[in-house]
T-cell receptor
Framework: KAGVTQTPRYLIKTRGQQVTLSCSPI?????VSWYQQTPGQGLQFLFE???????NKGNFPGRFSGRQFSNSRSEMNVSTLELGDSALYLC????????????FGSGTRLTVV | KNEVEQSPQNLTAQEGEFITINCSYS?????LHWLQQHPGGGIVSLFM???GKKKHGRLIATINIQEKHSSLHITASHPRDSAVYIC???????????FGQGTRLTINP
């Protein structure tokens, strides 16, 4: 069965632009969460979606947003990119809100220049 | 102080050695994960624990809920075990992972 698919794998953007990242969960998984990984801050929780609803949000500015579609696929958007947004963005899926067995995608490496 | 603390941050050992990585946390949790990250970024969940001990091959993970502490052990370590190992807790009541800073393990042949 296919794993968690994140696209694109690599992305280079210019300061001030916006970017959209995609995450397709494992078939049947309905919860999708997003994380940012940087050398300085490590892994940090961005947000989590279940049934097209954002259930939790981490401590990130409003430039970071996301959504989930009826097929459980999720997108995250970062507007007005800053150099500090350069990071590996990971998503993880799980069956539902009370199932803590996460499967991670390979990530999208975003570089802002 | 971080909610999840790992030690050591870096560990270098010779092939065949017994490895222990420790994780302490200060929040209430629903579960604890041990994750492995190789260069390139992909993360694999090795174990999910809510109590006791689990074993998979040469890897053993334990958790003590009362002491808020978990350990990951690797027996007969091998160079392919070289990776970053991350402890992550599911914060009680929230579908949200809180991560330790990771332990970079290098196993020399």
């Amino acid at each position: 069965k296919a794993g968690v698919t994140q696209t694109p794998r690599y992305l280079i953007k210019t300061r001030g632009q916006q970017v959209t990242l995609s995450c397709s969960p494992i078939s049947g998984h309905r919860s999708v969460s997003w994380y940012q990984q940087t050398p300085g801050q490590g892994l940090q929780f961005l947000f989590e979606y279940f049934s097209e609803t954002q259930r939790n949000k981490g401590n990130f500015p409003g430039r970071f947003s996301g959504r989930q579609f009826s097929n459980s696929r999720s997108e995250m958007n970062v507007s007005t990119l800053e150099l500090g947004d350069s990071a590996l963005y990971l998503c993880a899926s799980s069956l539902d809100v009370n199932n803590y067995g996460y499967t991670f995608g390979s990530g999208t490496r975003l570089t802002v220049v | 102080k971080n909610e999840v603390e790992q030690s050591p941050q870096n560990l270098t050992a010779q092939e065949g050695e017994f490895i222990t990585i420790n994780c302490s946390y200060s929040v209430g949790i629903s579960a604890l994960h041990w994750l492995q990250q190789h260069p390139g970024g992909g993360i694999v969940s090795l174990f999910m624990l809510s109590s006791g001990k689990k074993k998979h091959g040469r890897l053993i993970a334990t958790i003590n809920i009362q002491e808020k502490h978990s350990s990951l052990h690797i027996t007969a370590s091998h160079p392919r075990d070289s990776a970053v190992y991350i402890c992550a807790v599911v914060q009680g009541g929230a579908q949200k992972l809180v991560f330790g800073q990771g332990t970079r393990l290098t196993i020399n042949p």
